[in-house]
């Protein structure tokens, strides 16, 4: 304890830039400061400061202790603070992003149970259909469907995410059965203009990716637009699992080409690399992994 406090008190006068102001900020005396000091540098066998009755320079040792010390300083705050949240009452404002039509589905009725299990936070849910920057916007969290290639995240995957081509029953018989998805180019389809993709849609086909140029009346911009054009009978549409799933049941929309890959990602929950996670974001991105679990063994899948 003697060394870390000695350390502490060297790098409070190096950051103060002299003993009378580390002093002051401090409210300690500047002769304690000035004895756990010199206590630190015999304890060393090297002088860290160059001290003048008017100035005060750190010496080369100085400089390379400064920095390892402010390093380990900052991890003992940080375990500090870890240990602290992980017996601590998650509290306080928790920001999420994430995609409208999860917002809309899984993630909204996710977020409304967390409440309910956490009366001490509040949530600010912004559903934007686009990659927000966590840090550079303030977000505690967001959930991503993707394939995840920012190393600088730290994510958690929650679940499977299927998509799939589908078309309205009638649609289908006045157009006839897609055997590959060559034919679609051919076939009124519904474009979702929010996509990466547009109106390329890709397949796997024979082990091979391939791109498909479609084209129809209608250009939306999100899963649920496309879903709706597609029970009024505008065409195929191609649309996450879990946004027509209950349409696929019902028989109101019908699945086509289903032997070919349209497209298989996973949905994530990521948060920015931190020695230290607060209560609040660690209580809900477990909750969002055991609540994703319940609803795969439940047979509700994305």
């Given at each position: ?21 580390a ?15 010199r ?28 920095r ?19 017996h ?8 999420i ?28 849910v ?33 679940a499977p995410?299927r998509?799939?081509v589908?078309?309205r ?7 006839g ?16 203009t929010?996509?990466?993709v ?40 191609k ?6 799933r ?49 609803a795969?063994?439940a047979?509700?899948?994305?």
């Open positions: 304890m003697d060394t870390l406090t000695r350390m502490q008190a060297f790098v409070r006068v190096a950051e103060a830039g002299g003993f009378s102001a002093a002051r900020r401090q409210g300690k005396s500047k002769a304690l400061l000035s004895k756990y000091v206590e630190l540098e015999d304890e060393l066998g090297a002088r860290l400061l160059n001290r003048t009755t008017r100035q005060l320079s750190m010496t080369e040792a100085g400089q390379v202790y400064l390892e010390a402010v390093d380990i300083l900052q991890r003992i705050d940080d375990l500090k603070s870890t240990v602290h949240d992980t601590r009452e998650p509290r306080g404002l928790l920001r992003a994430a995609p409208r039509t999860l917002g809309d589905g899984e993630i909204g009725q996710a977020i409304m149970e967390f409440l309910q299990k956490e009366p001490l936070i509040t949530v600010d912004r559903l934007e259909d686009r990659f927000v920057d966590l840090v550079e916007e303030g977000f505690d969290v967001a959930v991503r469907v993707s394939e995840l290639t920012d190393s600088s995240l730290i994510a958690r995957t929650l995410f998509i799939l589908c078309v029953p009638d649609v289908l018989a006045a157009t059965r897609p055997m590959t998805p060559a034919e679609l180019a051919e076939m009124p389809c519904i474009v979702d929010n996509a990466k547009r109106a390329n849609w890709t397949f796997k086909v024979d082990g091979e990716r391939r791109s498909v140029t479609v084209r129809g009346r209608v250009e939306v911009n999100s899963p649920r637009a496309v879903r709706a054009a597609a029970l009024a009978g505008l065409g195929f549409a649309v996450p699992y879990m946004t027509v209950e349409d696929i049941a019902a028989g109101r929309l019908v699945a086509v080409l289903e032997e070919f890959e349209v497209g298989a990602s996973a949905i994530h929950v990521v948060y920015p690399h931190r020695r230290h996670l607060s209560g609040k974001v660690r209580a809900f991105v477990d909750f969002l992994v055991a609540w994703f679990e319940k795969q063994r047979g509700r899948t994305c």
